[in-house]
């Protein structure tokens, strides 16, 4: 079955440390996104990527950064910069440059510890 | 940019009745319109969506409506059943020439709890 695949679950990261949230798509979507979602909120954007070698930043870029080297892949990393990493991390895709629906993972709870 | 507003924040009803979340959104250019159900601890998941020259569609017992004069769009929920308990997201999207990058904003979200 196609879908797309976040890992891991759960992630515990220290204090100045930097950690990695992956996300893979099977379904053969050029368009990937990075959103993070806090307590009582809505999703915020952190980067989006449209095609492989190409990716924007979202509205909430600082602290956060990300590759696409596979169309099939999506990796997010949380610096030691972000000061406030703590939340509920959602990867999505869709096709690119039309207007359908977001497919989601399962997302990712990051928390500091 | 784009701004939706998404009322009410909770919402709770006895199983069997309807339910209603109303959405707002503020670019007139904003022509797909998505809604996603994400149940504890998961991602959202799509519902149902409607473009914008559509005024309503329905599947089953959801439905969603849409006024594009006054920039707002609903869903309802009939025969509430306890499985419908979820956090439920409306979204405006925006491609603003083929191709291009498709903006989504989305609502921050109406918690349903159906009574049993």
């Known amino acids: 079955d196609g879908g797309i695949t976040q890992s891991p679950k759960y992630l515990f990261r220290k204090e100045g440390q930097n950690v990695t949230l992956s996300c893979e798509q099977n379904?053969?979507?050029?368009?990937m996104y990075w959103y993070r979602q806090d307590p009582g909120q809505g999703l915020r954007l952190i980067y989006y990527?449209?095609?492989?070698?190409?990716?924007q930043k979202g509205d909430i870029a600082e602290g956060y950064s990300v590759s696409r080297e596979k169309k099939e892949s999506f990796p997010l990393t949380v610096t030691s910069a972000q000061k406030n990493p703590t939340a509920f991390y959602l990867c999505?895709?869709?096709?690119?440059?039309?207007?359908?629906?977001?497919?989601f993972g399962s997302g990712t709870r990051l928390t500091v510890v | 940019g784009e701004n939706v507003e998404q009322h009410p924040s909770t919402l709770s009803v006895q199983e069997g009745d309807s339910a209603v979340i109303k959405c707002t959104y503020s670019d007139s250019a904003s022509n797909y319109f998505p809604w996603y159900k994400q149940e504890l601890g998961k991602g959202p998941q799509l519902i149902i969506d409607?473009?914008?020259?559509?005024g309503e569609k329905k599947d089953q017992r959801i439905a969603v409506t849409l006024n594009k004069t006054a920039k707002h769009f609903s869903l309802h929920i009939t025969e509430t059943q306890p499985e419908d308990s979820a956090v439920y997201f409306c979204a405006a999207s925006i491609i603003r020439y083929s191709g291009g990058y498709q903006k989504v904003t989305f609502g921050t979200g109406t918690k349903l709890q159906v009574i049993p």
């Open positions: 409607i473009r914008s020259n559509v």
């Open positions: 379904l053969n979507h050029d368009a």
């Open positions: 990527s449209q095609i492989v070698n190409d990716f």
């Open positions: 999505a895709s869709s096709i690119a440059g039309k207007n359908y629906g977001y497919t």
